[in-house]
């Protein structure tokens, strides 16, 4: 199985600041990465496919970068609707797996 | 739009089996090329990718529940379903399911999530 790590596990921000989240994939996974947000008690909700698209009616100011090992989710600008958990999921080879999360909260 | 919507038992006893059902509305499951799938979440922790199923039948499922896991579809229903088999308290989590297009490579659209309870 191909495991995925997330940095940091958790970060404290305010609205306006940029955030920057890591993943990386214990092999490579050329491009296929997703991003997920959750909001608490919410389902996941799709930001990024294929390490860089913005999913549909998905804000501008979340983008996606990477390939290979090492992924990178940036918010340009932090928003309040924006504080939850982040998640990527490899989507290269079944099983696929997540990584453990990464909690955005408020400073 | 297309809505996802899971259904099944809250609370099961250890050794038995887990059946949930996912119903599509606002849409044909046949239509598109989707992958159908389930993904879990105990509470508190992180997500764990169950398993998919394509509307051909074709499946893929986690190793690591493989020996237990079923994943069918019926179309006439607009449904696609799972079955867990021999459930214990390691179980317990909300239980999602979710679509993947082919042309994006991850899960657009998911279901608001059921809670499953094992429990003796």
């Known amino acids: 199985d191909i495991q995925m790590t997330q940095s940091p596990s958790s970060v404290s921000a305010s609205v306006g600041d940029r955030v920057t989240i890591t993943c990386r994939a214990s092999?490579?996974?050329?491009?296929?990465l997703s991003w997920y947000q959750q909001r608490p008690g919410k389902a996941p909700k799709l930001l990024i496919y294929e390490a860089s698209n913005l999913q549909s009616g998905v804000p501008s100011r979340f983008s996606g970068s990477g390939s290979g090992t090492d992924f990178t989710l940036t918010i340009s600008s932090l928003q309040p609707e924006d504080f939850a958990t982040y998640y990527c999921q490899q989507a290269d080879s079944s099983p696929f797996t997540f990584g453990p999360g990464t909690r955005v909260d408020m400073k | 739009q297309v809505q996802l919507q899971e259904s099944g038992p809250g609370l099961l006893r250890p050794s038995q089996t887990l059946s949930l059902t996912c119903t599509v509305s606002?849409?044909?499951?046949?239509?598109?090329?989707?992958?159908w799938s389930w993904v879990r979440q105990p509470a508190g922790k992180g997500l764990e990718w169950i398993g998919r199923?394509?509307?051909?039948?074709?499946?893929n499922y986690n190793p690591s529940l493989k020996s237990r896991l079923t994943m069918s579809v019926d179309t006439s229903k607009n449904q696609f379903s799972l079955q867990l088999t021999s459930v214990t308290a390691a179980d317990t989590a909300v239980y999602y399911c979710a679509r993947e297009s082919v042309a994006v490579a991850g899960l657009d659209l998911w279901g608001q999530g059921t809670l499953v309870t094992v429990s003796s």
């Open positions: 606002g849409g044909s499951i046949s239509r598109g090329s989707y992958f």
């Open positions: 092999q490579g996974i050329t491009t296929w």
């Open positions: 199923v394509f509307i051909s039948g074709d499946t």
